[in-house]
């Protein structure tokens, strides 16, 4: 069966940090794309970044310089490093994993790939 498990959100004022942590299990974590979306209220969920199976990193133009994604394969965990935080960031923050990439980024159209059940992020001004 396969899990992805979120933590690491909260609240915090604009220019504060988080991190966000996703454990994987029940697939082949090593070679997926994984990836951080988030969708704040009113609003389409957006790719915000993605690290794919060789390791290269993609992010979205908001967070770039901001944001970093990571993940360490040998304990199926991604991490989502949030600096420089503002309230624009305010959105629940989903991990992801497919096999499919797209543009630079997982690709979860079409019933491919998995999702966490996704954290808040609540930037105040």
């Known amino acids: 069966q396969v899990q992805l498990v979120e933590s690491g959100g909260g609240s915090v004022q604009a220019g504060g940090s988080l991190r966000l942590t996703c454990v994987g299990s029940g697939y082949s974590y090593s070679r997926h794309c994984h990836g951080w979306f988030r969708q704040a209220p009113g609003k389409e969920r957006e790719a915000v970044a993605a690290?794919?199976?060789?390791?290269?990193?993609n992010y979205t133009e908001s967070v770039k310089g901001r944001f970093t994604i990571s993940k360490d394969n040998a304990k199926n965990t991604l991490y989502l490093q949030m600096n420089s935080l503002n309230p624009e960031d305010t959105a629940v923050y989903y991990c992801?994993?497919?096999?499919?990439?797209?543009?630079?980024?997982?690709?979860?159209?079409?019933?491919?790939?998995?999702w966490g059940q996704g954290t808040q992020v609540t930037v105040s001004s």
């Open positions: 992801a994993a497919s096999a499919v990439k797209s543009r630079g980024f997982c690709y979860l159209g079409g019933g491919n790939g998995f």
């Open positions: 690290i794919l199976s060789d390791g290269s990193t």
